[in-house]
């Protein structure tokens, strides 16, 4: 049973920085892709970055380029975002989702209907 459960989310003020966690268990990450999402409130869920398991390739959506980092700790079964330059534009629920890797989905890891897998979420609050 995959299980996927995010920490770390908290207030931070505007222009700094905030690393996120995603323990995960229930597969073999070499098997599977992860990503990384947020919805604020009144909009729809968003597609920020995703690792494949298979090579550690990584994805970005524009809107985070440059400001947010993906990072996978095999050994720890945990994969981090860490987010950087902070704006008031990025409060909302982050989660993170899991599903098992296979070359076509690489095209498509920042789609949520990709996933089959999702955690609780976890609040980033960012204050001016």
């Known amino acids: 049973q995959v299980q996927l459960v995010e920490s770390g989310g908290t207030l931070v003020q505007s222009g700094g920085s905030l690393r996120l966690s995603c323990a995960h268990s229930g597969f073999t990450m070499k098997y599977y892709a992860v990503g990384w999402f947020r919805q604020a409130p009144g909009k729809e869920r968003e597609g920020l970055s995703a690792?494949?398991?298979?090579?550690?390739?990584?994805y970005y959506a524009d809107s985070v380029k440059g400001r947010f980092a993906i990072s996978r700790d095999n050994a720890k079964n945990t994969v981090y975002l860490q987010m950087n330059s902070l704006k008031p534009a990025d409060p909302a629920v982050y989660y993170c989702?899991?599903?098992?890797?296979?070359?076509?989905?690489?095209?498509?890891?920042?789609?949520?209907?990709?996933?089959?897998?999702w955690g609780q979420g976890t609040q980033v609050t960012v204050s001016s």
């Open positions: 690792i494949s398991g298979s090579d550690g390739s990584t």
């Open positions: 989702a899991a599903r098992p890797w296979t070359i076509a989905a690489n095209s498509m890891l920042l789609f949520t209907a990709t996933y089959d897998n």
